[in-house]
């Protein structure tokens, strides 16, 4: 069983449209995670969710709409893509609380808009 | 924004060498962190150090510690050319509501 599982792994789209990624975690974690990795590898946090509650917004467009309908499932909606939303989305999950353990990551969700 | 530096940014070694990796940090931390990434993969954890131990070991891996010049090193030894990936140090801070932050990474190339 995949711990972190993420859908789709590849999405190509066009500027404009609206997509959404998937993220669920059968760890029994508390904590789950949207990393955004760019182009040159960098690996930035965007937002962060404790027990379906938002706990980090990190200067993200508000385009980005995260949704937790429960602590096993943190999703990623994007509105009006633009080309410099392209890159990997990895969703994590962690078991402690303070947002200092492990992080578990899933396999990365390639986003590219045309 | 970005807490941890990576040196070197990219590492080429023969199979049965050491690789060493360092990592600077900018603010307090609660831990330090490791992780490796394989091409086209998500990231998985190698090794925790926290802020109050010098130095852990994990196979063939070992990290040190040193928050007075704030930084890390990881060393792998009698490397494998499964040993290729990129290598990620994230910190873990003392400030509650934050995440853990990510370095640039190194990317490690070993060849048979």
């Known amino acids: 069983d995949t711990a972190v599982s993420q859908t789709p792994k590849y999405l190509v789209t066009q500027m404009g449209n609206d997509k959404s990624i998937k993220c669920e975690q059968n ?25 379906k509650e938002l706990i980090i917004n990190e200067t993200v467009p508000n385009r980005f709409s995260p949704k937790s309908p429960d602590k ?21 999950s962690s078991q402690a609380k303070g947002f200092t353990g492990e992080l578990f ?10 | 924004s970005q807490q941890g530096e990576e040196d070197p940014q990219a590492l080429s070694i023969q199979e049965g060498e050491n690789a060493t990796m360092n990592c600077s940090y900018k603010t307090s931390i609660n831990n330090l962190q490791w992780y490796r990434q394989n091409s086209g993969r998500g990231l998985v954890h190698l090794i925790l150090i926290r802020s109050n131990e010098r130095e852990k070991h994990s196979g063939r891996l070992r990290v040190t510690l040193d928050t007075s010049k704030k930084s890390s090193s990881l060393l792998i030894t009698a490397s494998r050319a499964a040993d290729t990936a990129s290598y990620f140090c994230a910190t873990g801070p003392n400030q509650a509501g934050t995440a853990l932050i990510f370095g640039k990474g190194t990317t490690l190339s070993v060849s048979s």
């Open chain 1, 72 to 92: 096993a499932h943190l999703n990623l909606h994007i509105n009006s893509l633009e080309l410099g939303d392209s890159a990997v989305y990895f969703c994590a």
């Open chain 1, 105 to 114: 990551f899933g396999e990365g969700s390639r986003l590219t808009v045309l």
């Open chain 1, 27 to 51: 760890l029994g974690h508390d904590t789950m995670y949207w990393y955004k990795q760019d182009s040159k590898k960098f690996l930035k946090i965007m937002f962060s969710y404790n027990n």
